[in-house]
């Protein structure tokens, strides 16, 4: 949740591969923000996911398919199944509204208010409606809805895609964490940090549109190293933010994903790309503690 500004599959097109003197499949052909971890008695597939995608390049790549028919239950950041948009929804009228009744423009200061009455006109957004939220809740809020009216759809997601095959072929899924945890993350975010957050968003959104088709066109054409800049560039200027919302929840992670690879059957774990790039991801953090990953 809440982090479709830093979504990203990155692919890495290699050179054509021949197997005994046969041309390979065309996806063998790339390298995809995919990786394989051998562990005692079985594999983990780590795949990173785009939250949001629009209709176009939501295709599942043959690659992907296949590592999903080869695992036999999968791990996402939450439970997708059995937290939905519902659960959201109790969990925002819990944490995301002012217990002491404060109003949005009580807790911004005037100048970031002002930039979140002027962004709410734009949209045709009744700033009323708004009011009642805490600043990380309109952030998130606004940056969905521009997305959405832009054509990214949150039902495309690599993620949720696959959760919905899983909930089909009967596969076990299960979450890293919660959605309240996740929620408790921005809950916990100083005033200060959650008018910067919201500052920060805003000024993005103009950009928005531009910003999100470059991060997929990484994606698609295989450039990690631009990949990687624009996933996290904005957020490196903010290292307290970035360590809440990213690198702590990485760190988190790795003893869950470590456990996996001491199991005997094959687990696909899903994740927002943002948290598998640059050496704060769990993918440096997996090699630091000595695990060899095959990027597929």
């Known amino acids: 949740m809440g982090y479709q500004r830093r979504l990203s599959i990155l692919l890495a097109i290699a050179l054509a591969l021949t197997l005994a003197g ?25 795949l990173g996911s785009i939250h949001l995608l629009k209709r176009g390049s939501a295709a599942l790549k043959p690659v992907v398919q296949e590592v999903f028919g080869k695992s036999q239950r999968l791990v996402f ?8 948009p519902e ?14 009744g404060k109003m949005l423009a009580q807790q911004l200061t005037p100048e970031t208010y002002e930039m979140v009455a002027q962004k709410a006109a734009a949209m045709g957004l009744d700033i009323k409606l708004l009011a009642p939220f805490k600043p990380w809740v309109v952030a998130l809020t606004m ?7 832009l054509g990214y759809d949150p039902s495309l997601g690599i993620d949720h895609q696959l959760a919905q095959r899983a909930k089909q072929a009967n596969k076990p899924v ?9 929620m408790d993350i921005f809950n916990q975010l100083t005033a200060a940090q959650q008018d910067l957050f919201l500052r920060q968003s805003l000024l993005e959104m103009d950009q928005l549109e531009q910003a999100v088709d470059d991060m997929v066109g990484a994606w698609q054409s295989g450039d990690v190293e631009r ?5 996290l560039e904005s957020m490196r200027a903010y290292p307290e933010l970035k360590d809440k919302v990213l690198d702590a929840r990485n760190r988190r992670w790795l003893p869950q994903i470590e456990a996996l690879l001491k199991q005997n059957q094959n687990v696909l774990v899903v994740v927002g790309t943002a948290h598998l790039v640059g050496p704060a991801g769990v993918i440096e953090l997996l090699k630091a503690r000595g695990y060899k ?3 597929m």
């Open 22 to 46: 046969a041309r390979t499949p065309l996806w063998a052909q790339e390298k995809n923000f995919l990786w394989r971890v051998q562990g005692g008695e079985n594999i983990v597939y780590i």
């Open 77 to 84: 950041e939450i439970d997708l199944l059995k937290e939905g």
């Open 87 to 100: 659960k959201f929804q109790q969990l925002l009228a819990q944490k995301g509204v002012n217990a002491d």
């Open 143 to 149: 940056v969905v809805m521009q997305l959405q009216k």
């Open 174 to 182: 299960s979450g890293l964490e919660t959605a309240e945890f996740q």
């Open 227 to 231: 990949g990687e800049k624009l996933f």
């Open 293 to 295: 990953l095959e990027q």
